[in-house]
């Protein structure tokens, strides 16, 4: 599986971005994409996530209500709608997806994911 992760950029707080991460090498139908990001000098952190199966979709706290992710089945890509930019934003955004879902819990650790796109820089100025 490859990761395609796209749409980063200098945007002014208040503002607006949207990623997109295509998919590629294979097709499953059961399976979960994420998004995370990493700030300097910071751990990386599960920002959203989305279930292919159903579309059900889950947030960190910090972005909820700004954020939305979204799927498109035809291109094989996940969104992530960015609204409201906040600094604390500023970070490298990266999508990353797994193969298999099992029970009912959100996978929202980055060990939980087995593949990853390469990253794209979203910075917000104030």
């Known amino acids: 599986v490859q990761l395609q992760a796209s749409g980063g950029g200098l945007v002014q707080a208040g503002g607006s971005l949207r990623l997109s991460c295509a998919a590629s090498?294979?097709?499953?139908?059961?399976?979960?994409m994420g998004w995370f990001r990493q700030a300097p000098g910071k751990e990386r952190e599960f920002v959203a996530a989305?279930?292919?199966?159903?579309?059900?979709?889950y947030y960190a706290d910090s972005v909820k209500g700004r954020f939305t992710i979204s799927r498109d089945n035809a291109k094989n890509t996940v969104y992530l709608e960015m609204n409201s930019l906040k600094p604390e934003d500023t970070a490298v955004y990266y999508c990353?997806?797994?193969?298999?879902?099992?029970?009912?819990?959100?996978?929202?650790?980055?060990?939980?994911?087995?593949?990853w796109g390469q990253g794209t820089q979203v910075t917000v100025s104030s």
């Open positions: 990353a997806a797994r193969l298999q879902w099992y029970g009912s819990s959100w996978y929202t650790e980055d060990y939980q994911y087995s593949y």
């Open positions: 090498g294979r097709t499953f139908s059961s399976y979960a």
């Open positions: 989305i279930r292919w199966s159903d579309s059900s979709t």
